[in-house]
């Protein structure tokens, strides 16, 4: 994916991914901002603003390798912070 207008780069663990992709909530939301791409989904190794997962055990390591660890919506509200003002 061509990282476009994105200003987030994003960690998405497969079960936001499975989750974003058959069902809506905010797992699908952060896939659409993909899709338009207002953030780009990317490898640990491109120093990613977030890494977002559904599991919680792995949500309360809080940071993994400096990387904040957080829920779809957590991570939608990152992305609603870091907007480019219109």
């Known amino acids: ?5 994105a200003s987030v780069r994003i960690v998405a ?3 936001t991914v499975l989750s974003g992709l058959l069902w809506s909530g905010p797992p ?3 896939i659409h901002a993909a899709r ?3 953030i780009e989904l990317c490898m640990l190794a491109a120093r990613a603003d977030a890494i977002v997962s559904g599991d919680k055990r792995l949500r309360n390591l809080k940071t993994y390798q400096a990387i904040p660890i957080h829920g779809a919506a ?8 870091r907007a480019p003002s219109k």
């Open 1 to 5: 994916m061509s990282a476009g207008n």
């Open 28 to 30: 699908q939301q952060l």
């Open 36 to 38: 338009e791409e207002r």
């Open 74 to 81: 957590e991570a939608l509200a990152l992305i609603a912070r």
């Open 13 to 15: 663990d497969t079960n």
